[in-house]
C-alpha cells in the first residue's frame, strides 16, 4: 500500500486541522503527521487523540521534508505565516488551506508560494460551534463539500492531490473562483452567522423590569447562543477579509428585514404570511 | 380518584392543543375532551393519537356544559371565537388560552368572558417548528415554563386551576402581568422567528452565478431554515398582535446589527472580536 504523502505538517491543530489529522492517520493517506500551535496541551491532546503523530514548536521546522502543508489557522494569519516557512518548504511541496474566505488571499498565497513549492487553496464546508481538538473526529467532514478554488497558475497535480486527500475525507469536492465560493459563503455562513451575534447581543442588551428575558428562551434562540458560540478569532478574521461580500449580503439582508417591519408597522397580515411562506418553503441539501 | 374537570372543550386541536389534550387523557386530569377543528381528517387523527375522545364542528355545540374550555386556535382568533360561544358557556366554567401574545388580549377577553364564565390568560412556551395534531406528544411541556397573566379581576379559583393543569403537563408555572411577558417573548423568540424568516429569505433573493447557494449550506443556516418552518398563519398572528413590542426589538437589534456592520467596515478587528466574545459566553436556562 503507498501513501498519498509521506509528511504532513498541520499549522493550527484545532476542530478542522485536527479532524483532518485524524483523517490522514486513520486513512493511512499520510505516512507522518507533524503539527504545530500556540499551546502543548492542546498538542499532546491531538497526540493522545489520534490527530498527529508528533509536534514542533517551529513552523520552519515542522514544513522541512513534508511534501503536504495545511494551513489551518485563522485566515489572517496565513500570509505572514506562509512568507515565514517559505524558505524551508521543500521543493515542490503541496500547501492548502482550510480557510472559510478564498478571494484575495488564495492570489496572494500563490504568489507567495509559487517560488518554491504549488499552493491550492481549499475549504470543506464542516465545522461545529466547537473548537479545538477536543472538537475533532475523523467524521467531521463525511458528507460535506469540500471546495477547491484553482486559479490559472495552479498546477493540476497538486490540485488533484488536494482533491484525492478531501476524498478520503468523505467530502464531495467541487472546483469554483475565489470570489464565487466567497459570496456564496457570505450568503449561507457569514450572514448567518452574523445574525446570530446580533441577536444573541440585541437580548442581553434588551431591559425587562424584574426578569431576566435569557430564562424564557425556548429552543428557537438556543439555536442562535448555540451559533454564536463560535470561535471570536475565526469570525473576526472572516468578517476582516471577506469585508465586501459580507457587507453586500447584510444589505440584502437589510432590505428583507426593512419590507417585514414595514408590514408589521402597517398591520399587513396576508403581506406577512406571504414572506412567512416563502422562507418556509426552503430546504437545504442536506435537510432534504 | 377525583377528575380536576369534568369536561373540556380545545378549540383548535393542532400542535399545542392537541399535545394539551394529550397530557388531559393520559393524566386523567378531564373526564371527557372534545375537540374542534375545521379539518375533519386532523380530528380524526387527535382521535387516533387519545388527544381528544370525540369531536365537534360547532365550538358553540362543544362548549355546553364544558367546564374547561382552551382557546388554541391562532390567537387573532381568539376574540371573535369567545364572543361566538359565549352566550353557550356553562356558568363559572374556566376559558384559557395558549396564546404568544397576552397584553390587550387578556383583557378584552376578561371583559368578554366575565359576564359568564372565568377567563385566565395563559401561555406554555414551548414547540416545534413542526405544527398539527401529529406532531403533538404528551411530553410536549415537560420541563417548559409556563406563563399564566391574571388581571385584578381574574378568581383566584380559575388562577389554581389552569395553573395544575399545566403542572400536570410538566411545565413550571409562573405569574407575570402580561405586558411582561410580551417584552420577554418579543425579545427571545419573536425577534429570534423574525431573522430566521429575513435571512431564509435574503439568501433566497441572493443571486449567484451557476450555483444554487443553498446546496452550500451547513448547520448554521439549517437552524434558520428549521426555526423559518413554522407556521405561518400563527406567525402573521404574533406580529399583529404583539407589533409595538416587536418593533421595539427590532429596533434595539438594528443598533446592534449596525453596530456590527460600521465594525466590519473600519475593519476593526478587536471591535468585532470583543462583540463575538460578548455573545459566546450567553447561556441559557436550559442550555446550561
Known amino acids: 500500500m503507498r501513501f498519498l504523502f509521506e509528511k504532513a505538517a498541520i499549522l493550527g491543530v484545532g476542530l478542522i486541522g485536527g479532524a483532518l489529522g485524524m483523517v490522514m492517520k486513520k486513512k493511512r493517506v499520510v505516512k507522518e503527521v507533524i503539527g504545530v500551535g500556540k499551546d502543548p496541551s492542546q498538542l499532546e491532546l491531538a497526540i493522545d487523540r489520534e490527530a498527529i503523530d508528533r509536534y514542533e514548536k517551529d513552523p520552519r521546522k515542522a514544513v522541512e521534508d513534508a511534501d503536504l502543508v495545511i494551513l489551518a489557522t485563522p485566515v489572517m494569519s496565513f500570509e505572514p505565516l506562509t512568507a515565514l516557512i517559505l524558505p524551508h518548504l521543500k521543493q515542490d511541496a503541496v500547501v492548502t488551506d482550510v480557510g472559510s474566505v478564498k478571494a484575495g488571499i488564495v492570489d496572494r498565497l500563490d504568489r507567495i508560494v509559487e517560488k518554491r513549492a504549488r499552493f491550492v487553496g481549499g475549504h470543506p464546508i464542516a465545522g461545529s460551534e466547537r473548537s479545538g481538538v477536543e472538537a475533532a473526529t475523523a467524521e467531521l467532514f463525511k458528507g460535506s463539500l469540500c471546495v477547491i478554488t484553482p486559479t490559472p497558475h495552479t498546477h493540476l497535480d497538486a490540485i488533484?492531490?488536494?482533491?484525492?486527500?478531501?476524498?478520503?475525507?468523505?467530502?464531495?469536492?467541487?472546483?469554483?473562483?475565489?470570489?464565487?465560493?466567497?459570496?456564496i459563503l457570505a450568503a449561507v455562513s457569514?450572514?448567518?452567522?452574523?445574525?446570530?451575534?446580533?441577536?444573541?447581543?440585541?437580548?442581553?442588551?434588551?431591559?425587562?423590569?424584574?426578569?431576566?428575558?435569557l430564562q424564557f428562551a425556548g429552543g428557537g434562540f438556543r439555536d442562535f447562543t448555540r451559533i454564536a458560540a463560535s470561535s471570536p478569532e475565526m469570525w473576526r478574521d472572516i468578517c476582516l477579509s471577506n469585508r465586501d461580500q459580507i457587507l453586500s449580503m447584510m444589505e440584502a439582508y437589510e432590505n428583507v428585514w426593512g419590507r417585514l417591519k414595514q408590514l408589521i408597522e402597517k398591520g399587513d397580515g396576508p403581506g406577512l404570511k406571504r414572506e412567512f411562506e416563502r422562507a418556509r418553503g426552503v430546504k437545504t441539501r442536506s435537510a432534504s
Chains 1, 2 share one sequence.
Open 160 to 183: 488533484e492531490a488536494v482533491k484525492s486527500l478531501w476524498e478520503e475525507a468523505g467530502c464531495r469536492v467541487i472546483l469554483m473562483e475565489a470570489a464565487t465560493h466567497d459570496r
Open 190 to 213: 457569514h450572514l448567518p452567522h452574523l445574525t446570530a451575534y446580533a441577536l444573541v447581543n440585541a437580548v442581553l442588551e434588551a431591559q425587562v423590569k424584574n426578569h431576566d428575558p
